[in-house]
């Protein structure tokens, strides 16, 4: 069964730092582009950060923009987001989507929780 896992989540104060995992089960990520989501309670989810799958190109959303960090390993079965300077608007369920490239098939993590808060 193709699944991706997420870990990583906890709690930290505000300013401390996090990394969260994604990692595949059944496939390797070469193929796809990975994003983060989080889904604060009340809140839609919302995209975090991205990285294709062809030449690594990044993208963040403005409120993580040079806090969080994106990257796929070497061996190209896990995928990371570095996470500091964390503030307590950044709590919220992380989930990490693979997406294959030509076909578009998504596979979505269960989540992580990331609380942070003084």
């Known amino acids: 069964q193709l699944q991706v896992v997420e870990s990583g989540g906890g709690s930290a104060q505000p300013g401390g730092s996090l990394r969260l995992s994604c990692a595949a089960s059944g496939f390797s990520l070469d193929n796809y582009a990975i994003g983060w989501f989080r889904q604060a309670p009340g809140k839609e989810r919302e995209g975090v950060a991205c990285?294709?799958?062809?030449?690594?190109?990044?993208r963040y959303a403005d409120s993580v923009q040079g806090r969080f960090t994106i990257a796929k390993d070497n061996a190209g079965d896990t995928a990371f987001l570095q996470m500091n300077d964390l503030k307590p608007e950044d709590s919220g369920v992380y989930y990490c989507?693979?997406?294959?490239?030509?076909?578009?098939?998504?596979?979505w993590g269960q989540g992580t929780q990331v609380t942070v808060s003084s």
């Open positions: 990285i294709s799958s062809v030449d690594a190109y990044t």
């Open positions: 989507k693979a997406r294959r490239i030509y076909t578009n098939e998504d596979y």
